[in-house]
């Protein structure tokens, strides 16, 4: 019962953080991007709480439950594509407003920003519904509802809080939920480290950063698919376009980015320490701490993955508003808004109640997103020039190319797939870059 009301109190307070925020609605940009006034600390609080969704806990954790150590990588490449996003931050405030797609239309036309308004939100579709899934399996640990009941009432909570305050919902309970994702990280360590008795398997040292599990290649890989999205992202963009300004967007990036790496050495120790134990880290967790502390890492990881769907249901709404409507700053564009966050939340909530895991399909749709709009976006925010002509071409062929490499991939043909992965942003690039080049040659 202890751990079941610590649930009931965190859902509570996170609606009535919607409830408050919904009377700051003043205008559509609040609503979109927290009016643009957002400082350090909301903007790092979301950004690091949307970043550490169900995906990056419980996939830090489950993978270094079978990698072991080599684990660590999954976080620090995220945090490596922050590195790399610092610096370019100040241009995606600069020249971006609401959505990435917006940016992309302001660099290429609108046939670069209405593709990208169409594939985004299909792929964030899929997330959505896999954060439900993730929610639901975390409060079936209570051992006093089912897998259909925890759906729902997950489901409907962060629905109904995006839908109420938008951006600045979000802003407040991210950061709300941040804090309670490294508190709870914290309370499990303490619990570990204060048992004499309990150690890791497998000490750590530079030798078992890589493993027959776990390759260089492999490594590789993960930096081009999954490093890239932090550099190019929408739920990223989706933060950036919240600061108050360029050097507010620039350190909230750099920050969240050294906190992932003390935070992907909890996470990965909590699966090298439970990975003997044959258990999920829900039910080992449940074994190790007491109740009051077991309540905290549930609402810790619950924060997790919460705070990863409730960006992505309002970034998918805001998308397909501004691409029905064409202007987001009309007022049908908000409302329209708020009846596509009812509806994808709804359909995403269908597929969470018959389909309990889509985590292949996340990945392809991960590596086709990366594969299209990582270099245009990139070449797009530095003013390089391209050939706009080409635009359309490199945005399908480059991700076709990455979805097929990543399809031969699953079907064990991992050399030819990882060599299309890689030959996605090549071909990407050189549609782009390769007739401007000529043409300055012949104009020699």
Same mark, same amino acid.
């Given at each position: 019962?202890?751990?079941?009301?610590?649930?009931?109190?965190?859902?509570?307070?996170?609606?009535?953080?919607?409830?408050?925020?919904?009377?700051?609605?003043?205008?559509?940009?609040?609503?979109?991007?927290?009016?643009?006034?957002?400082?350090?600390?909301?903007?790092?609080?979301?950004?690091?709480?949307?970043?550490?969704?169900?995906?990056?806990?419980?996939?830090?954790?489950?993978?270094?439950?079978?990698?072991?150590?080599?684990?660590?990588?999954?976080?620090?490449?995220?945090?490596?594509?922050?590195?790399?996003?610092?610096?370019?931050?100040?241009?995606?405030?600069?020249?971006?407003?609401?959505?990435?797609?917006?940016?992309?239309?302001?660099?290429?036309?609108?046939?670069?920003?209405?593709?990208?308004?169409?594939?985004?939100?299909?792929?964030?579709?899929?997330?959505?519904?896999?954060?439900?899934?993730?929610?639901?399996?975390?409060?079936?640990?209570?051992?006093?509802?089912?897998?259909?009941?925890?759906?729902?009432?997950?489901?409907?909570?962060?629905? $109904?809080?995006? #839908? &109420?305050?938008?951006?600045? /919902?979000?802003?407040? =309970?991210?950061? +709300?939920? @941040?804090?309670? %994702?490294?508190?709870?990280?914290?309370?499990?360590?303490?619990?570990?480290?204060?048992?004499?008795?309990?150690?890791?398997?497998?000490?750590?040292?530079?030798?078992?950063?890589?493993?027959?599990?776990?390759?260089?290649?492999?490594?590789?890989?993960?930096?081009?698919?999954?490093?890239?999205?932090?550099?190019?992202?929408?739920?990223?963009?989706?933060?950036?376009?919240?600061?108050?300004?360029?050097?507010?967007?620039?350190?909230?990036?750099?920050?969240?980015?050294?906190?992932?790496?003390?935070?992907?050495?909890?996470?990965?120790?909590?699966?090298?320490?439970?990975?003997?134990?044959?258990?999920?880290?829900?039910?080992?967790?449940?074994?190790?701490?007491?109740?009051?502390?077991?309540?905290?890492? $549930?609402?810790? #990881? &619950?924060?997790?993955?919460? /705070?990863?769907?409730? =960006?992505?249901? +309002?970034? @998918?709404?805001? %998308?397909?508003?501004?691409?029905?409507?064409?202007?987001?700053?009309?007022?049908?564009?908000?409302?329209?808004?708020?009846?596509?966050?009812?509806?994808?939340?709804?359909?995403?909530?269908?597929?969470?109640?018959?389909?309990?895991?889509?985590?292949?399909?996340?990945?392809?749709?991960?590596?086709?997103?990366?594969?299209?709009?990582?270099?245009?976006?990139?070449?797009?925010?530095?003013?390089?020039?391209?050939?706009?002509?080409?635009?359309?071409?490199?945005?399908?062929?480059?991700?076709?190319?990455?979805?097929?490499?990543?399809?031969?991939?699953?079907?064990?043909?991992?050399?030819?797939?990882?060599?299309?992965?890689?030959?996605?942003?090549?071909?990407?690039?050189?549609?782009?870059?390769?007739?401007?080049?000529?043409?300055?040659?012949?104009?020699?």
């Amino acid at each position: 019962m202890q751990v079941e009301i610590t649930i009931a109190i965190y859902f509570l307070f996170i609606i009535g953080i919607g409830v408050y925020s919904a009377f700051q609605v003043k205008k559509p940009d609040d609503y979109y991007v927290a009016g643009k006034r957002a400082g350090w600390f909301p903007v790092s609080g979301s950004l690091l709480a949307t970043i550490l969704g169900g995906s990056a806990v419980l996939g830090t954790i489950e993978l270094s439950q079978t990698v072991g150590w080599p684990a660590l990588w999954f976080l620090f490449s995220a945090a490596a594509g922050l590195f790399v996003l610092v610096p370019v931050s100040k241009y995606v405030r600069r020249y971006g407003n609401f959505t990435l797609p917006e940016l992309l239309g302001n660099f290429y036309g609108k046939k670069a920003e209405v593709i990208a308004s169409v594939i985004i939100p299909l792929a964030w579709f899929g997330i959505v519904a896999a954060q439900i899934i993730a929610a639901a399996k975390i409060l079936t640990g209570l051992h006093s509802i089912t897998y259909q009941q925890a759906a729902l009432i997950s489901g409907s909570v962060f629905i $109904l809080y995006t #839908l &109420l305050g938008g951006q600045w /919902s979000i802003l407040k =309970t991210d950061t +709300l939920q @941040s804090v309670l %994702i490294i508190v709870g990280l914290a309370a499990m360590l303490f619990f570990i480290f204060t048992d004499p008795e309990k150690q890791v398997s497998q000490p750590l040292s530079f030798d078992a950063m890589f493993n027959d599990k776990f390759s260089f290649v492999d490594l590789l890989i993960l930096l081009v698919t999954y490093s890239v999205t932090f550099v190019v992202g929408p739920d990223i963009y989706s933060r950036i376009f919240c600061a108050r300004n360029e050097n507010t967007a620039s350190k909230s990036v750099l920050i969240v980015a050294l906190i992932l790496i003390p935070v992907s050495f909890g996470l990965t120790y909590l699966g090298v320490f439970s990975q003997n134990s044959g258990e999920g880290i829900v039910a080992f967790a449940e074994h190790l701490l007491p109740g009051w502390a077991y309540g905290l890492f $549930l609402a810790a #990881l &619950l924060s997790a993955v919460m /705070s990863s769907a409730d =960006t992505t249901l +309002l970034t @998918s709404s805001i %998308i397909l508003s501004e691409l029905i409507t064409g202007n987001l700053n009309r007022k049908n564009s908000l409302l329209l808004a708020r009846y596509l966050i009812i509806a994808i939340g709804i359909l995403s909530l269908i597929i969470a109640l018959y389909v309990t895991s889509i985590i292949q399909a996340l990945l392809l749709a991960l590596t086709f997103f990366s594969g299209a709009f990582v270099v245009p976006t990139l070449l797009g925010l530095l003013q390089i020039k391209v050939n706009k002509k080409n635009v359309a071409f490199a945005l399908i062929s480059g991700g076709s190319i990455a979805l097929i490499g990543k399809l031969l991939s699953l079907l064990n043909w991992e050399v030819a797939g990882n060599c299309l992965i890689f030959m996605a942003y090549i071909v990407n690039a050189i549609s782009l870059l390769l007739p401007v080049k000529i043409k300055t040659t012949q104009s020699k």
